[in-house]
Structure formats: structure tokens, C-alpha cells
């Protein structure tokens, strides 16, 4: 099967601030990328707004799928260990167009959600904290799982801004231990 247009050109897209940056993005250098017209563009996407957004879905899209590979599931037939070591293990060698995109959609809302979506089905969110909590050891527990989830986080950060890989072995104990920080954040029983 012919992957559509729109495919082709987000895909374009990819490559281009992937390579070059999101300021970059035109629809004369996503056109060159995709070897097609301006005006074929203009069709799929009316407004350069319309392309970013596009494309910020498109890569979240990817991310998504790439995680569900690595996790063997979708986020939904997965349980909370399962589809946090996926979110770790993926982000060993992220893509300059992820980053650049995720920090370009921090300023725009509705960019942003594409990715927040996806945030929220597999990674530790930011614990809601009670006025008086009546179950300190729940609180406690989801709080190591956020600090993982930010460990996480900064290993991806490191390995995308990082002019040197880490050696794999070290890289692995790594994500063992921040994987094993989250699923130690257990609740005791009474």
C-alpha cells in the first residue's frame, strides 16, 4: 500500500527539523523535502499552524507506536511497571525532532496536548497532593514514582543534548535502577 500525502509530507516534515530546526519548517522546505508542489501542500495543509500541528501529532503518533513495539501493547493492555519500562527503554537515542517539537509545544496548548496525551497513558504522572492526606504511604509511593518518571526524563534530556553516548553498559544500569525506583514505590500492606 502507497503511503498517503500526507503521510509523505508530515514525514518531510520530520526529516526537515530533524535536520534543520522547527524555525525552519516552510512550506518551501517541506515542498523540496517531499519532492512535490507548494500547492499540494496548501491542499493537505492550508496554514503553516495547521502543518505544525500536524506534525506535532504525527511525531507523537510515532513515539506512541514506537512504545507500544518496545512494550509488546497498547497502553491499555498494559499495566503501570509494564508500560513505564517501555517509556524509560525508549528513551535511549531520542530524535532531535522529537525534542525540538516537545519544546516548541510547551508555549502552545494545543500542540502540547498531542503529547501530554500520551505522557499521561505511560509515564508516572505528577502526584496530587491532599490538604491533610489520610494515606501518607500512597502519597509517598506515587511521589518515587514521579521522581523516576523525571529521572527518566532527564536521561532522554542528557542522551539528546549530550555530544557523547554513554557507554551502554552504563546505560543500562541506569535505566535498570530508575525502572526498579518506580516499581519499588509500593504502598505497604496494613
Request: aromatic share 6%.
Amino acid at each position: 500500500m502507497r503511503p498517503s500525502k500526507r503521510r509523505e509530507i508530515l514525514d518531510a516534515a520530520t526529516r526537515v527539523v530533524q535536520r534543520e530546526g522547527v524555525t525552519t519548517l516552510t512550506y518551501e522546505s517541506v515542498a523540496a523535502e517531499a519532492g512535490m508542489t507548494k500547492g499540494g501542500l496548501l491542499y493537505h495543509f492550508p496554514s503553516r499552524e495547521e502543518l505544525l500541528l500536524g506534525l506535532h501529532r504525527h511525531v507523537a503518533e510515532n513515539w506512541e507506536l514506537a512504545l507500544e513495539a518496545e512494550a509488546g501493547g497498547t497502553a491499555a493492555q498494559l499495566n503501570r511497571d509494564e508500560r513505564f519500562r517501555a517509556f524509560v527503554r525508549l528513551s535511549q537515542n531520542p530524535e532531535r525532532a522529537e525534542l525540538l517539537l516537545m519544546l516548541e509545544a510547551s508555549e502552545d496548548p494545543v500542540a502540547n496536548a498531542a503529547w501530554d496525551e500520551i505522557f499521561a497513558r505511560w509515564a508516572p504522572q505528577p502526584p496530587e497532593t491532599a490538604q491533610a492526606s489520610d494515606d501518607d504511604a500512597a502519597e509517598a509511593a506515587a511521589v518515587q514514582r514521579f521522581i523516576a518518571r523525571l529521572a527518566a526524563d532527564g536521561l532522554w534530556f542528557y542522551e539528546a543534548l549530550s555530544t557523547e553516548r554513554l557507554d551502554p553498559r552504563l546505560r543500562e544500569r541506569v535505566t535498570e535502577e530508575i525502572i526498579a525506583l518506580a516499581q519499588n514505590a509500593t504502598v505497604p500492606a496494613e
